[in-house]
Structures are given as structure tokens and as C-alpha cells.
């Protein structure tokens, strides 16, 4: 953090995250109808820069510049965000705010930029609003991990090494729905977990993830499809302290599907998997069968595969994935990536509450 003649500046990096068991379908102010827990990325991530000055004069005006370039939509976003905070970030609020940001990934690839860009300005604004005399408070994780998710809720699983478990779950103690926390006693194994991102198609999505939320309002098979939820993840979180992983293959698949499934059941009905995704998840499925390797596969909202498997197999899958599925992938791409602590913050840390 810097002052200088009441100039401030705030630079964060902050993790994209892969959900296991999805979050679709909210209530008001972003609390999750169901509980969701995904593995942070190591590679995969925002960095930002917000830049404040404090003048005599209030100014409240908010500028983006991703990758060096004016966004304005992305901007008006973000200064109505700050609006409906004016009161707990008042000093930002007034100053005005500069935002630079980039993400180490490339844009459009099925790796949620919403989640690691939304986590990166909330612990600037954060950042910012303590050194401007703002409550210190504000920095505990839970409060990051709360205005991370009203800014985008899958965004408060960000801030969380490894993996984060955001919903309240029966069994897991201090889980809530209005920020997310670390799940003890899974198998450290999973800390080495690959995500390798198959890059089906880039093209932008023809229904954005807050339409796709609020179509679960009048979808039939919604009632059924949070109880189910919170079963997968019961269940998700036993395979992984006992370390089983065709049972973990078997409910991240299913949530995969289930997520895709309710879009093409919601009305308007729609679909995201493209052919070629299909495919990919034929290929995975007969590999896994005929080779015994706990490969398997999950969907963010869009056509991209996430190709999960245990770091132990990177060897003997390399010729499957060069093979089978990067001829499936646009311009061959495949992003690797694999669950981590997240990138090392640029300027402190926050402290969890004890
Ligand atoms: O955080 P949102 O509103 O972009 O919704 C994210 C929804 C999924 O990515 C599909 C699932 C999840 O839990 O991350």
C-alpha cells in the first residue's frame, strides 16, 4: 500500500476457480440456493491495480482499463457496484476509482474471469478503503470472501487456497451462505490435481451465466435439483477424505451434466455443449473405462472441457490428451492449469477471523 500526497494504490492478484458441485440458482443478494465447493487454479488468475486520490471534492467516478484499453461497460458495472457499497467503502466511494486490470488467461476459454476479476478489485477496494481510515474489519477473509460474492458469487471461492466451500452444508462447520471457507480433513492429494481446460470454442455465450441463474426461477426440475446438490456434495466430500476417486469422477461428471441439463430444460430452453464437446466427453469416458485412470471431466456454463486427473497420470495421459483431445480443441488449444493456493498476492494478505 502507498500513500503519497493522498494518493493511493491497491494491487492484487486473485485465483480463477473450477466449481465440482455448480452453483445455479440464487435468491436475492446472491445467496446460493445450493451449496457449491470448487478447486482454486494456480495459473489461472487477475491482476489488478486501483488507483484512488483524494481531493476537497467528491468525485465517485470509475474508469476500467483491461489490458490497457477503456472498458466502459465493464466500468458502469463496476461504479454501480460501488454505489450500492457507498456507505461501508465511503472514503473510495468519494475519491473515485482508476481500475487496471488483466488476466493471465486468455479471454472467452471457459475459464471464469468473473470469479479471480471480481476477487482481485474487492481486495483492492478493501485494500484502499483500510489505508484511507476505513475499518480494518473489512479485511478479515469473510468480509472479502461476502462482497467478493455480492460482486459475483461464485467469486467469494476465490479467495480461498486449494478449495472453497461456499453454501451452508450439513457436517461442515462454520459453512454459511454469505462467504465461503476451507474444508479440513480431504485428501492432501487433491493439492496436485490437474485441470487441463479444452478450448472447444470461443465464441461468446449466447446466455450469460446471471440469465441462466435467473431461469431456474421457473424451471420444474429446480426443487429437485438443490436437494440433490446438497446429496453430491455429502457425498463429493466423503470420496474425497477416503480418497476415492471413481466415486469423485462419478458425482463431478453427474454435476456437469446436471448443470447443462437445466439449461436445456429451462424455458427458453438453451444449449451451450457443442458437438465437439460431446465428443471430448465420449473420448474421456471410453479411456477412463479401458484404462483404469481416474480421469474425468467437468463444465463450467459454456462448451469448454475442464479435464481433471490426479498428478500421478500426467505421464500416461499426455498421448491420450495430445491424440483424442486436442484435435477437438479450436486452434488446438488447451490451457494447463491444476489446483492451487492461488498466486502469490502482490501487496499482504488477509487475516481470517479466529
Ligand atoms: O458466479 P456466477 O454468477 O458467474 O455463476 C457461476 C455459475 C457456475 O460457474 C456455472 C457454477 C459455479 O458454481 O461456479
Given at each position: 500500500?502507498?500513500?503519497?500526497?493522498?494518493?493511493?494504490?491497491?494491487?492484487?492478484?486473485?485465483?480463477?476457480?473450477?466449481?465440482?458441485?455448480?452453483?445455479?440458482?440464487?435468491?436475492?443478494?446472491?445467496?446460493?440456493?445450493?451449496?457449491?465447493?470448487?478447486?482454486?487454479?494456480?495459473?489461472?488468475?487477475?491482476?489488478?491495480?486501483?488507483?484512488?486520490?483524494?481531493?476537497?471534492?467528491?468525485?465517485?467516478?470509475?474508469?476500467?482499463?483491461?489490458?490497457?484499453?477503456?472498458?466502459?461497460?465493464?466500468?458502469?458495472?463496476?461504479?454501480?457496484?460501488?454505489?450500492?457499497?457507498?456507505?461501508?467503502?465511503?472514503?473510495?466511494?468519494?475519491?473515485?476509482?482508476?481500475?487496471?486490470?488483466?488476466?493471465?488467461?486468455?479471454?472467452?476459454?471457459?475459464?471464469?474471469?468473473?470469479?479471480?476479476?471480481?476477487?482481485?478489485?474487492?481486495?483492492?477496494?478493501?485494500?484502499?478503503?483500510?489505508?484511507?481510515?476505513?475499518?480494518?474489519?473489512?479485511?478479515?477473509?469473510?468480509?472479502?470472501?461476502?462482497?467478493?460474492?455480492?460482486?459475483?458469487?461464485?467469486?467469494?471461492?476465490?479467495?480461498?487456497?486449494?478449495?472453497?466451500?461456499?453454501?451452508?452444508?450439513?457436517?461442515?462447520?462454520?459453512?454459511?451462505?454469505?462467504?465461503?471457507?476451507?474444508?479440513?480433513?480431504?485428501?492432501?492429494?487433491?493439492?496436485?490435481?490437474?485441470?487441463?481446460?479444452?478450448?472447444?470454442?470461443?465464441?461468446?455465450?449466447?446466455?450469460?451465466?446471471?440469465?441462466?441463474?435467473?431461469?431456474?426461477?421457473?424451471?420444474?426440475?429446480?426443487?429437485?435439483?438443490?436437494?440433490?446438490?446438497?446429496?453430491?456434495?455429502?457425498?463429493?466430500?466423503?470420496?474425497?477424505?477416503?480418497?476415492?476417486?471413481?466415486?469423485?469422477?462419478?458425482?463431478?461428471?453427474?454435476?456437469?451434466?446436471?448443470?447443462?441439463?437445466?439449461?436445456?430444460?429451462?424455458?427458453?430452453?438453451?444449449?451451450?455443449?457443442?458437438?465437439?464437446?460431446?465428443e471430448a466427453i465420449d473420448r474421456i469416458r471410453?479411456?477412463?473405462?479401458?484404462?483404469?485412470?481416474?480421469?474425468?471431466?467437468?463444465?463450467?456454463?459454456?462448451?469448454?472441457?475442464?479435464?481433471?486427473?490426479p498428478d500421478e497420470y500426467k505421464e500416461k495421459?499426455?498421448?491420450?490428451?495430445?491424440?483424442?483431445?486436442?484435435?477437438?480443441?479450436?486452434?488446438?488449444?488447451?490451457?494447463?492449469?491444476?489446483?492451487?493456493?492461488?498466486?502469490?498476492?502482490?501487496?499482504?494478505?488477509?487475516?481470517?477471523?479466529?
Open positions: 500500500m502507498m500513500n503519497k500526497d493522498e494518493r493511493f494504490e491497491a494491487h492484487w492478484r486473485s485465483p480463477s476457480n473450477i466449481a465440482l458441485i455448480k452453483y445455479w440458482g440464487k435468491k436475492k443478494n446472491q445467496i446460493p440456493q445450493n451449496p457449491s465447493i470448487s478447486f482454486t487454479l494456480q495459473d489461472a488468475y487477475t491482476q489488478t491495480r486501483v488507483v484512488c486520490e483524494r481531493s476537497g471534492s467528491s468525485n465517485n467516478a470509475v474508469s476500467l482499463y483491461l489490458d490497457n484499453e477503456l472498458n466502459e461497460d465493464f466500468g458502469v458495472r463496476i461504479a454501480k457496484l460501488l454505489f450500492s457499497w457507498k456507505k461501508t467503502f465511503k472514503h473510495v466511494y468519494n475519491a473515485g476509482i482508476e481500475i487496471h486490470t488483466h488476466n493471465s488467461f486468455p479471454h472467452s476459454t471457459g475459464i471464469a474471469s468473473s470469479a479471480s476479476g471480481m476477487s482481485a478489485l474487492v481486495k483492492c477496494i478493501i485494500s484502499l478503503e483500510i489505508a484511507m481510515g476505513g475499518d480494518k474489519e473489512l479485511g478479515a477473509v469473510e468480509s472479502v470472501s461476502s462482497f467478493a460474492r455480492l460482486a459475483s458469487g461464485s467469486a467469494c471461492r476465490s479467495v480461498i487456497p486449494y478449495w472453497g466451500l461456499w453454501g451452508n452444508t450439513e457436517g461442515i462447520e462454520g459453512s454459511n451462505d454469505f462467504y465461503a471457507v476451507g474444508v479440513e480433513g480431504l485428501d492432501d492429494r487433491f493439492k496436485a490435481y490437474h485441470d487441463d481446460v479444452i478450448i472447444i470454442s470461443s465464441e461468446k455465450k449466447s446466455v450469460s451465466s446471471s440469465a441462466g441463474h435467473r431461469l431456474m426461477v421457473g424451471n420444474r426440475y429446480a426443487a429437485s435439483r438443490y436437494k440433490q446438490a446438497r446429496h453430491h456434495m455429502s457425498e463429493l466430500l466423503l470420496a474425497m477424505k477416503l480418497y476415492d476417486l471413481d466415486r469423485f469422477c462419478e458425482i463431478v461428471e453427474q454435476e456437469a451434466m446436471e448443470l447443462h441439463a437445466l439449461m436445456m430444460c429451462s424455458s427458453p430452453s438453451y444449449i451451450l455443449l457443442k458437438p465437439k464437446t460431446l471410453e479411456m477412463r473405462r479401458e484404462s483404469g485412470i481416474p480421469v474425468c471431466f467437468t463444465l463450467d456454463a459454456g462448451p469448454n472441457i475442464h479435464l481433471l486427473y495421459l499426455s498421448l491420450f490428451i495430445e491424440e483424442q483431445l486436442r484435435p477437438l480443441a479450436v486452434d488446438g488449444r488447451i490451457i494447463n492449469d491444476h489446483v492451487g493456493a492461488g498466486p502469490m498476492a502482490i501487496r499482504g494478505s488477509f487475516e481470517t477471523k479466529d
